[in-house]
């Protein structure tokens, strides 16, 4: 099953305007609940005189910092399932028009692995 969310885009804090899948997805005995979240904000624009400097003005731009790239791995305590986490933040540029755009982006994709359900009551055979 697949669920996709788009909210708030006209709130003013950014990270609430966001884009959201969840899917769910059963493999074997285990359940595997995967959420990609989406965000992106414009943090500079600079227009051009005319769109012939919009190459040699690309060519001379300072990079932003490379994209950082963070991974945390735990327990989700609410099932006691295994949890790892990817969190990855950015930038890029657009051109429109004559308008040069500095986006900042950040995409996490949560992942819940659920343990199958013993039922300690019936005795099994190991």
């Known amino acids: ?3 996709i969310l788009v909210r708030n ?9 966001d884009c959201v899948v969840t899917e769910r997805m059963e493999q074997g005995d285990y359940t595997t609940k ?3 979240r989406c965000t992106y904000r414009i943090e500079s624009r600079t227009a051009l005189p005319s769109t012939s400097d919009s190459v040699p003005w690309a060519q001379r731009l300072d ?5 950082q790239v963070f991974v945390t791995k735990g327990l989700d ?6 949890r790892v986490v990817y ?9 429109w028009g004559r308008d040069v755009f500095c986006v900042g982006y950040r995409h996490i994709l949560s992942m819940d692995i659920e343990a199958p359900q013993i039922d300690l ?6």
């Open 77 to 82: 305590p609410e099932t006691g399932g295994e």
């Open 34 to 36: 995967v959420i990609r």
């Open 87 to 95: 969190k990855v933040l950015g930038h890029f540029y657009v051109v």
């Open 121 to 126: 009551g019936t005795p099994q055979a190991f």
């Open 63 to 67: 990079p932003l910092p490379p994209r």
């Open 1 to 3: 099953m697949r669920e």
């Open 9 to 17: 885009l006209t709130s003013p804090d950014w990270l609430k305007r």
